[in-house]
């Protein structure tokens, strides 16, 4: 099956950039969504088809995709990134959902 | 407004049965595919089981098959999730999730707030 692999932990101080990646083979022949999740919250989408944002999604908030990593990128970090973030993927050989095991944003 | 509310976690014994139920609004539920995601204390997301806008196909993750079925009522806007048979290991908070699906992708766009299921003696 599809495998994505996320570092555990991003650390960054507050205004500056933080990019977590999703790594997967050949990831970039594929979509890949992502979603944030604050403590005892349920996730919420914060980019779609790999660049594309949800309204009410801040602008800060962009995504790419290309060989074998996805990245998401959020710009002039602020206190209330702070999260877990989550990559997901449609493995169409399978016809399933594929997660990322998830990475914990932290503002320094 | 989309909404989606699970009701029905509990504490249940191992070997145990609990039906979780989703009360969808805000959109037109006969026409999507919903899903159950999952998430154990302190740990990632895993993909559950999902069924087709019309109940006529079904998945389920090779951790759950042939304990749990899902299934919908589209008059009721109700999804629902049977479980039985279950372990320690099932202990999780279960999303019920609004798929949306295009290009040959698919991604969630609208998640429940979860209920909590704790299998324990």
């Known amino acids: ?108 | 407004e989309v909404q989606l509310v699970e009701s029905g976690g509990g504490l249940v014994q191992p070997g145990g049965s609990l039906r979780l139920s989703c009360s969808a609004s805000g959109f037109t539920f006969s026409s999507y595919a919903m899903h159950w995601v999952r998430q154990a204390p302190g740990k990632g997301l895993e993909y559950v089981s999902a069924i087709s806008s019309n109940g006529g196909s079904t998945y389920y993750a090779d951790s759950v098959k042939g304990r749990f079925t899902i299934s919908r009522d589209n008059s009721k806007n109700t999804l629902y999730l049977q479980m039985s048979s279950l372990r320690a290991e099932d202990t999780a908070v279960y999303y019920c999730v609004k798929v949306r699906c295009s290009g040959g992708s698919c991604f969630f766009d609208y998640w429940g707030q979860g209920t909590l299921v704790t299998v324990s003696s």
Do not use: M
């Not at chain 1, 083979?25 to 992502?34: C, D, E, M, Y």
């Not at chain 1, 660049?51 to 908030?61: A, K, L, M, T, Y």
């Open chain 1, 1 to 108: 099956s599809y495998v994505l692999t996320q570092p555990p932990s991003v650390s960054v101080a507050p205004g500056k950039t933080a990019r977590i990646t999703c790594g997967g083979n050949n990831i970039g022949s594929k979509s890949v969504h992502w979603y944030q999740q604050k403590p005892g919250q349920a996730p919420v989408l914060v980019i779609y088809y790999d660049s594309d944002r949800p309204s009410g999604i801040p602008e800060r908030f962009s995504g790419s995709n290309s060989g074998n990593t996805a990245t998401l990128t959020i710009s002039r970090v602020e206190a209330g990134d702070e999260a877990d973030y989550y990559c997901q993927v449609w493995d169409s050989s399978s016809d399933q959902v594929v997660f990322g095991g998830g990475t914990k944003l932290t503002v320094l």
